[in-house]
């Protein structure tokens, strides 16, 4: 079992940056492949970044390319999503999510089983 715990999230202007970052336990985290998934009210969750064990293999969603950046430190069990240039559009929960292999498979909510309970970040216009 893993165990994720988001923290980060919060109230910012169009324009503004925030970082948030997601500590794992119950595995060895360099054998979790990790991610972000985002939920806006009456909508679907949907796939924002995801990230190998070593860092070297990254997918991001196309609507935040350039502007999100996902990256881990396993030595602190810790994967972080900084996110630049928020638009009101970005305003949604932000849930950590792992699965329990190292490599990234997709971007389908069921390639990941283990997720938080999920932190707001709201961005005003």
């Known amino acids: 079992q893993v165990q994720l715990v988001e923290s980060g999230g919060g109230l910012v202007q169009a324009g503004a940056s925030l970082r948030l970052s997601c500590a794992a336990s119950?595995?060895?985290?360099?054998?979790?492949?990790m991610g972000w998934f985002r939920q806006a009210p009456g909508k679907e969750r949907e796939f924002v970044a995801a990230?190998?064990?070593?860092?070297?293999?990254?997918l991001y969603e196309d609507s935040v390319k350039g502007r999100f950046t996902i990256s881990r430190d396993n030595a602190k069990n810790t994967v972080y999503l900084q996110m630049n240039s928020l638009k009101p559009e970005d305003t949604a929960v932000y849930y950590c999510?792992?699965?329990?292999?190292?490599?990234?498979?997709?971007?389908?909510?069921?390639?990941?089983?283990?997720w938080g309970q999920g932190t707001q970040v709201t961005v005003s216009s």
């Open positions: 990230i190998n064990w070593s860092g070297f293999n990254i």
């Open positions: 999510v792992a699965r329990s292999v190292a490599s990234i498979r997709g971007t389908s909510p069921n390639d990941y089983a283990y």
């Open positions: 119950g595995r060895t985290f360099s054998n979790l492949a």
